[in-house]
């Protein structure tokens, strides 16, 4: 069954560092997204990707996180400098394009501990 | 701005017992809703959704209802097991195709 994959599963980084997130969705999924989970909330929206395009970055701190997804297939998230507020799951979905919305599938997430 | 919530954040059941989650929604220009499970460690998972033009859909032992016109979502579980302990989010999605998320229930069941 295809899933969407990330990587590291776990990391731990020193505050002031750079950190980055690698994350491959379902093959043929056009769309791909970037949530942060803080424990006991709700994934929120980072940023969402239409193939290699960005569709809605408006919930990014875009002075220290980026994304990019530049051939339209996989896609990093990198956050520079790490702050200690930064630790969470980050999680990636994608979901295919077909002119009306569908479920996005979720891959395992990468827990972030700064300290 | 608008957003997804829900009404409980942590439910407990009695083993076979039915299990009722809540969820209300603001954006009436959301056309597709998704229940997802997330289990501790890992990422949601899907477990039924929901287009604007139905109001019940039923699956393998889950049923999902919408109602429109209070902007309210439930998702119904029959027989609850052990294996159904977990967080529980809905999900709206618009014609962008954004999803956004509620504050999650959990969901604990008793043997």
């Known amino acids: 069954e295809a899933e969407v994959a990330q990587s590291p599963r776990y990391k731990i980084t020193e505050k002031s560092q750079a950190v980055a997130f690698w994350c491959d969705p379902i093959?043929?999924?056009?769309?791909l997204y970037w949530y942060r989970q803080i424990l006991g909330q709700g994934p929120e929206l980072l940023v969402q990707?239409?193939?290699?395009?960005?569709?809605?970055d408006s919930q990014l701190p875009k002075d220290r996180f980026s994304a990019e997804r530049l051939k339209g297939v996989d896609s990093t998230l990198k956050i520079q400098p790490a702050e200690l507020g930064d630790s969470a799951m980050y999680l990636c979905?994608?979901?295919?394009?077909?002119?009306?919305?569908?479920?996005?599938?979720f891959g395992q997430g990468t827990r972030l501990t700064v300290v | 701005g608008e957003s997804v919530g829900l009404h409980l954040p942590t439910l407990s059941v009695q083993e076979g017992d039915n299990s009722i989650i809540n969820c209300a929604y603001s954006?009436?220009?959301?056309?597709?809703f998704i229940w997802y499970k997330q289990e501790s460690g890992k990422g949601p998972q899907f477990i039924i959704d929901?287009?604007?033009?139905?109001d019940k859909r039923q699956g393998q032992r889950v049923t999902v209802l919408l109602n429109k016109t209070v902007k309210h979502l439930s998702l119904q579980i029959a027989a609850t097991q052990p294996g159904d302990s977990a967080v529980y989010f809905c999900?709206?999605?618009?014609?962008?195709?954004?999803?956004?998320f509620g504050g999650g229930t959990r969901l604990m069941v008793k043997p």
């Open positions: 093959s043929g999924h056009a769309t």
């Open positions: 929901i287009r604007s033009n139905m």
């Open positions: 979905a994608s979901s295919s394009r077909t002119g009306r919305a569908t479920e996005a599938f």
């Open positions: 990707f239409q193939d290699e395009s960005v569709v809605d």
């Open positions: 999900a709206e999605n618009n014609a962008g195709n954004m999803l956004t």
């Open positions: 954006n009436s220009a959301s056309d597709y």
